[in-house]
Nanobody, 123 residues
Framework: EVQLVESGGGLVHTGGSLRLSCATS????????IGWFRQAPGKEREGVSC????????YYEDSVKGRFTTSSDYAKKTVYLQMNSLKPEDTAVYYC????????????????WGQGTQVTVSS
């Protein structure tokens, strides 16, 4: 059974930090890129970052570049999203998802999804 389980969300003040984890199982971790998406109330789900286990490349949307860092632990089959200097506009449910592409903003390119974890940044 394929599983992606996010954890690490919570409530922080502006400028604070959180580290999200995406623990995976049930598929060949090395053959997938793990993307991070977020969805704020009333908005479309948007891609923010990605770590490709295929070639080690990373991707960041401009809105998070310089503040968020994604990394991967191949032994634990877990991808992380370190979020620093958080802003109220980062408030959203964060999802991780797996794709065989190196990176894609298209949700349709992702084969597997986690259930999401809430991140709330207070002003």
């Amino acid at each position: 059974e394929v599983q992606l389980v996010e954890s690490g969300g919570g409530l922080v003040h502006t400028g604070g930090s959180l580290r999200l984890s995406c623990a995976t199982s049930g598929f060949n971790f090395d053959d997938y890129a793990i993307g991070w998406f977020r969805q704020a109330p009333g908005k479309e789900r948007e891609g923010v970052s990605c770590f490709s286990n295929i070639d080690g490349s990373t991707y960041y949307e401009d809105s998070v570049k310089g503040r968020f860092t994604t990394s991967s632990d191949y032994a634990k089959k877990t991808v992380y999203l370190q979020m620093n200097s958080l802003k109220p506009e980062d408030t959203a449910v964060y999802y991780c998802a797996a794709t065989t592409r190196s990176w894609s903003r298209d949700r349709g390119d992702y084969d597997y999804w986690g259930q999401g974890t809430q991140v709330t940044v207070s002003s």
